[in-house]
């Protein structure tokens, strides 16, 4: 489908009172993977197994040879969070480097200090999960993050 931009996937953030089961079935009914997290607010950032969970199935569909389309309901950043985990942990950029990436591409975007804590909570956890893999130890599917 054109509308986005041929995804074979969608990672959705909402908040619980909105209605899910129209939006899951608009999305795959085209075919598409559908995950669908909510957060207490829309300003209210994922929490860390919402953000591993979303990059592990955004990592399925690249496997597969897919795209993700990485949305959230009332333009509250919860996507654009999600989107610089995914820049950090992929592609080895610091906070800065990701949010300047990002800004190319949406000028507007800001990110409320929770959102920061969220992305400075996220880029910890890489490198935690990093010096463990140093060490041998397992870790979840993610590159070197830079702080």
């Known amino acids: 489908n054109a509308e986005y931009g041929g995804c ?3 990672v959705s953030f909402n908040i619980p009172c909105q209605h899910t089961c129209y939006r899951e ?3 795959t009914r085209d075919g598409r ?3 669908e997290y909510h957060t207490p607010s829309p300003k209210t950032p994922p929490n860390m197994e919402q953000i591993f969970g979303a990059l592990e199935f955004i990592e399925e569909t690249a496997d597969g040879g897919g795209k993700t389309f990485i949305r959230s309901y009332s333009r509250a950043c919860r996507s654009a969070v ?3 985990c995914y820049l950090m942990s992929n592609h080895n950029l610091s906070i800065q480097q990701t949010y300047r990436t990002l800004s190319e591409v949406q000028p507007a975007l800001t990110f409320s200090d929770s959102q920061m804590k969220c992305l400075k909570d996220f880029n910890r ?4 999960n990093n010096s463990s893999d140093e060490d041998g130890e397992s870790k979840q ?4 993050a830079r702080s």
Do not use: D, N
């Open 25 to 27: 079935h608009r999305w």
């Open 141 to 144: 599917p993610s590159e070197t």
């Open 82 to 84: 999600l989107m610089a």
């Open 125 to 128: 956890c890489l490198l935690r």
């Open 33 to 35: 993977r559908h995950l």
């Open 8 to 10: 074979s996937s969608v």
